[in-house]
């Protein structure tokens, strides 16, 4: 089964893949490695996911934020590859980020959100290291932000 079935068979419709607001890229290739810039919580209407985990969100809302960040990852992934997602060999690895009060502790649980996706995606091969880091504050007040490096055939 390719990537894209996996797509289809969970019934996954992508995201549009958000050109930086910045002075940077969404992604770079360097060799087989695919670096993708953090993407943001942005719900399925286009509206960023804000707030605090702990104190606006609850773990679990946390963890949906995060799943979008892994969906948008995803769409960033297959635009780089030229809408071809079989040049994917592996997901290496995602650093995530929650907004979150002091005394929350549960930032693994959020950020499965992202991992949970990628590895749904990718099977076996979205298999990956992982930093899941509390911050108190992210770009335009959104909860969670991931960014991600995979290996290209």
Known sequence: MTYEDNLKKLN??????KAPVGNYVATKISGKMLFVS??????????????KVGKDLDTEAGYNAAK????????????????????????IKLTGFVNSVDDFINQPKVING??????????????????????NSLPLGVAVEVDAIFELK
Do not use: W, Y
């Open 114 to 135: 992202a991992s949970d996706i990628i590895a749904k995606v990718f099977g076996e091969f979205g298999m990956h290291t992982r930093a899941a880091v509390s911050t």
């Open 12 to 17: 996954i419709k992508l995201p549009e893949a």
């Open 38 to 51: 953090g993407q943001i919580s942005i719900d399925e209407n286009g509206e960023l996911i804000k707030g």
């Open 68 to 91: 979008r960040c892994g969906l948008s990852i995803v769409a960033q992934v297959k635009k780089a590859c030229g809408d071809d997602l079989s040049k994917v060999k592996s997901c």
